[in-house]
């Protein structure tokens, strides 16, 4: 039985000397393609975590140990980085405190089109059908029902982890964006030494 063993973890300071070295390490920010095109680092990779897990034997063999992963907060970097350790690449770094700690430290950025995050969208939506369900009602007698349905919705996506409401809206043209080809990521990370 193998125990797990913490990331090395890796400061905004020390990432930015490293990349401003000769010898850069390769940096894979694991989250989402929508978060990655909002902001990421320059240079950095997209590969996201599912996608990473599911084909971490293939990534392995194409990267070595100079690599630093990301994400927003450090938390899916730090699974990342079991699950690569799991396939045979131990010991890799993870930027403290993610990306939210990397733009507010006013780090370089590539920002692209802004949007509102997920759970945004949720409470705008959610709040919106509940107002016109409580005051709608005035109009049409049991339209207040619409309310009563959005808050089973948000109590049982509370309870079961779940939320529709948010698996309908990513489906929306706004939340959209190319999903990430892991043939084609693994031949950028081999392009990339």
């Known amino acids: 039985m193998t125990t797990p063993t913490t990331p090395h973890s890796l400061t905004i300071h020390e990432l930015r000397a490293r990349i401003d070295s000769g010898t850069p390490p390769r940096v894979l920010d694991v989250r989402s393609p929508l978060e990655f095109e909002e902001a990421h680092i320059p240079g950095s990779h997209n590969v996201p975590l599912p996608l990473l897990r599911e084909h971490r034997e293939e990534f392995t063999r194409h990267l070595d140990s ?10 899916r970097a730090g699974q990342a980085e079991r699950a690569l350790a799991e396939a045979g690449l131990p010991g890799l770094a993870v930027l403290s405190g993610g990306m939210t700690a990397w733009e507010r ?21 959610a709040g919106f059908l509940v107002l016109v369900g409580a005051l709608g009602s005035f109009v049409v007698p049991g339209l207040q029902a619409l309310s009563a349905f959005v808050g089973a919705g948000l109590a049982f996506a509370a309870v079961s982890n779940t939320c529709a409401m948010g698996m ?11 999903s990430v080809d892991p043939r084609e990521a693994v031949a950028q990370l081999s392009a990339g030494r």
Do not use: F, H
């Open 105 to 125: 430290s006013g780090a370089p950025t590539k920002y692209g089109q802004e949007r509102w995050d997920m759970e945004r969208q949720i409470r705008l939506v």
């Open 66 to 75: 100079d690599v630093v992963l990301v994400c927003r907060s450090g938390q």
């Open 168 to 178: 309908l809206l990513s489906r929306m043209p706004w939340n959209r964006v190319p």
